[in-house]
Protein backbone atom coordinates (compact mmCIF):
# COMPACT_ATOMS: atom_id res chain seq x y z
CA UNK A 1 0.00 0.00 0.00
CA UNK A 2 1.20 3.40 -0.74
CA UNK A 3 0.75 6.25 1.18
CA UNK A 4 0.56 10.49 -0.39
CA UNK A 5 1.18 13.32 1.81
CA UNK A 6 0.39 16.37 -0.04
CA UNK A 7 1.68 20.26 1.02
CA UNK A 8 1.99 23.48 -0.56
CA UNK A 9 -1.79 24.75 -1.02
CA UNK A 10 -3.29 27.87 -0.41
CA UNK A 11 -4.39 31.63 -1.52
CA UNK A 12 -2.72 33.59 -3.85
CA UNK A 13 -3.53 36.36 -6.18
CA UNK A 14 -3.67 35.84 -10.38
CA UNK A 15 -0.46 35.33 -11.66
CA UNK A 16 1.12 34.69 -8.51
CA UNK A 17 3.19 31.19 -8.16
CA UNK A 18 2.65 27.58 -6.06
CA UNK A 19 4.45 24.90 -5.25
CA UNK A 20 3.04 21.99 -4.57
CA UNK A 21 4.92 18.70 -3.02
CA UNK A 22 3.60 14.96 -2.74
CA UNK A 23 5.71 12.35 -0.53
CA UNK A 24 5.20 9.07 -1.22
CA UNK A 25 5.67 6.35 1.55
CA UNK A 26 5.10 2.65 2.23
CA UNK A 27 5.23 0.22 -1.06
CA UNK A 28 7.15 2.98 -2.55
CA UNK A 29 8.55 0.44 -5.17
CA UNK A 30 5.34 -0.61 -6.96
CA UNK A 31 4.60 2.86 -7.93
CA UNK A 32 5.34 3.46 -11.67
CA UNK A 33 3.43 6.45 -12.53
CA UNK A 34 2.85 9.59 -10.16
CA UNK A 35 0.80 12.85 -10.85
CA UNK A 36 -1.62 15.90 -9.76
CA UNK A 37 -5.29 15.66 -10.33
CA UNK A 38 -7.94 18.45 -9.27
CA UNK A 39 -11.58 18.71 -8.63
CA UNK A 40 -13.37 22.33 -8.73
CA UNK A 41 -16.80 22.72 -6.72
CA UNK A 42 -19.40 21.35 -9.14
CA UNK A 43 -17.40 19.66 -11.56
CA UNK A 44 -15.39 16.25 -12.08
CA UNK A 45 -12.02 15.60 -11.03
CA UNK A 46 -8.96 16.09 -14.05
CA UNK A 47 -5.70 15.33 -14.68
CA UNK A 48 -2.99 18.35 -14.39
CA UNK A 49 0.03 16.78 -14.71
CA UNK A 50 1.65 12.62 -14.60
CA UNK A 51 5.27 11.50 -14.57
CA UNK A 52 6.91 8.07 -14.74
CA UNK A 53 9.72 6.63 -13.38
CA UNK A 54 11.21 6.84 -16.86
CA UNK A 55 10.25 10.62 -16.81
CA UNK A 56 7.70 10.52 -19.30
CA UNK A 57 5.24 13.67 -18.76
CA UNK A 58 1.96 14.53 -19.87
CA UNK A 59 0.11 17.72 -18.81
CA UNK A 60 -3.09 19.13 -19.33
CA UNK A 61 -4.08 21.69 -22.30
CA UNK A 62 -5.20 24.30 -20.06
CA UNK A 63 -1.85 24.55 -17.96
CA UNK A 64 0.96 23.55 -20.35
CA UNK A 65 3.39 26.07 -20.45
CA UNK A 66 2.20 27.38 -16.52
CA UNK A 67 2.99 24.32 -15.00
CA UNK A 68 6.05 22.04 -14.21
CA UNK A 69 6.00 18.35 -12.86
CA UNK A 70 9.07 17.02 -11.75
CA UNK A 71 9.61 13.48 -9.22
CA UNK A 72 12.61 13.12 -6.75
CA UNK A 73 13.18 9.66 -6.39
CA UNK A 74 15.12 9.63 -3.94
CA UNK A 75 13.14 11.58 -1.74
CA UNK A 76 9.93 9.90 -3.17
CA UNK A 77 8.69 13.28 -3.54
CA UNK A 78 6.38 14.41 -6.43
CA UNK A 79 6.20 18.46 -7.26
CA UNK A 80 4.04 20.71 -8.73
CA UNK A 81 5.38 23.89 -9.74
CA UNK A 82 2.38 25.92 -10.85
CA UNK A 83 3.21 29.51 -12.12
CA UNK A 84 1.47 32.52 -13.65
CA UNK A 85 -1.74 31.40 -12.31
CA UNK A 86 -5.39 32.21 -13.26
CA UNK A 87 -8.61 32.67 -11.26
CA UNK A 88 -9.49 28.79 -12.96
CA UNK A 89 -7.20 27.00 -11.36
CA UNK A 90 -8.90 27.31 -7.87
CA UNK A 91 -9.67 23.14 -7.10
CA UNK A 92 -8.37 20.60 -4.28
CA UNK A 93 -5.63 19.08 -5.76
CA UNK A 94 -5.00 15.49 -5.22
CA UNK A 95 -1.45 13.85 -5.42
CA UNK A 96 -1.96 10.40 -7.42
CA UNK A 97 0.78 7.57 -7.41
CA UNK A 98 -0.06 4.55 -10.31
CA UNK A 99 1.25 1.25 -9.77
CA UNK A 100 1.98 -0.91 -12.97
CA UNK A 101 -0.58 -2.76 -12.27
CA UNK A 102 -2.64 0.16 -12.37
CA UNK A 103 -3.82 0.50 -8.75
CA UNK A 104 -4.22 4.06 -7.75
CA UNK A 105 -3.59 5.13 -4.16
CA UNK A 106 -4.67 9.22 -3.38
CA UNK A 107 -3.43 12.03 -1.07
CA UNK A 108 -6.42 13.66 0.76
CA UNK A 109 -6.31 16.74 -1.53
CA UNK A 110 -4.72 20.40 -0.56
CA UNK A 111 -6.97 23.74 -2.01
CA UNK A 112 -5.38 26.27 -4.17
CA UNK A 113 -7.58 29.18 -4.27
CA UNK A 114 -6.54 31.98 -7.04
CA UNK A 115 -8.64 34.98 -6.45
CA UNK A 116 -7.67 38.85 -6.37
Known amino acids: QVQLVESGGGLVQPGESLRLSCAAS????????MGWYRQAPGKQRELVAT???????NYADSVKGRFTISRDNAKNTVYLQMNSLKPEDTAVYYCNARTLGQFDSWGQGTQVTVSS
Open 51 to 57: ITRALNI
Open 26 to 33: GSIGSINR
